[in-house]
């Protein structure tokens, strides 16, 4: 008897004590978008000036965050983990330059990993037409895409000269067999991975401007 009653009385605090301890996910905090805009900022430093000649603008789709009203709330949130979702498939390509501070890049990649994982259950969440989610991961997918096919085409052209050299060096008699096309869809299978510092960088600043919008246009707890 006394056993059952100790039972009962544990069994409120038991309760409460669960729901304190249960993880708040599907609330997305600020401070970790803020956290790895600030890692994206230090990891490599200012806008290297060699880069320059190979810097390109990519409009962002700010009407992906936008909102008319709270009516639209579920379709930004999607939007904002869509992002985070693209950042991490970017990052997941461990060719960033050696130069980038590389325990901050560490850090950038498992925050943003941290965030998918947690918040995954925002896509579970169900949309209203309004929201208009499908328009705006249309228009998120169409500029990340331009971004990953920036770091694919921007292979290092010093790179493609020595696998030149070195082939014809060790291939001489049988270079003439190949043709041209050939030969370079061969060297370029080589290079696929092989990605421009300088892309990485317009990359770079591409995501800063994207997080900075993230935090200005986004409601976070």
Request: net charge positive; with cysteine.
């Amino acid at each position: 008897m006394a056993l059952l009653k100790c039972i009962a009385l544990l069994c409120p605090f038991l309760f409460f004590a669960q729901i304190c301890s249960m993880p708040t996910k599907c609330i997305m905090r600020r401070k970790l978008v803020k956290e790895t805009h600030k890692l994206l900022e230090n990891m490599g430093g200012l806008f290297p000036r060699e880069c320059l000649k190979e810097n390109v603008e990519i409009t962002f789709p700010t009407s992906a965050l936008q909102s008319d009203d709270s009516n639209q709330d579920i379709g930004v949130k999607k939007a904002t983990y869509k992002i985070m979702e693209h950042i991490d498939y970017l990052f997941a390509n461990d060719s960033h330059p050696v130069s980038w501070n590389q325990k901050k890049v560490e850090d950038f990649q498992n925050i943003v990993y941290r965030f998918t994982d947690d918040y995954t259950c925002i896509m579970t969440r169900k949309q209203r037409p309004e929201d208009d989610f499908l328009t705006r991961e249309g228009a998120l997918k169409t500029y990340f895409d331009k971004l990953a096919t920036l770091l694919r085409n921007k292979v290092h052209q010093t790179s493609l000269f020595s696998m030149h050299k070195i082939w014809s060096t060790k291939h001489s008699n049988k270079i003439l067999s190949f043709k041209p096309i050939a030969y370079y869809k061969l060297l370029s299978f080589f290079l696929l991975q092989d990605y421009s510092d300088c892309a990485w960088e317009v990359v770079r600043k591409e995501l800063m401007c994207v997080l900075k919008l993230t935090l200005k246009l986004v409601s976070f707890t």
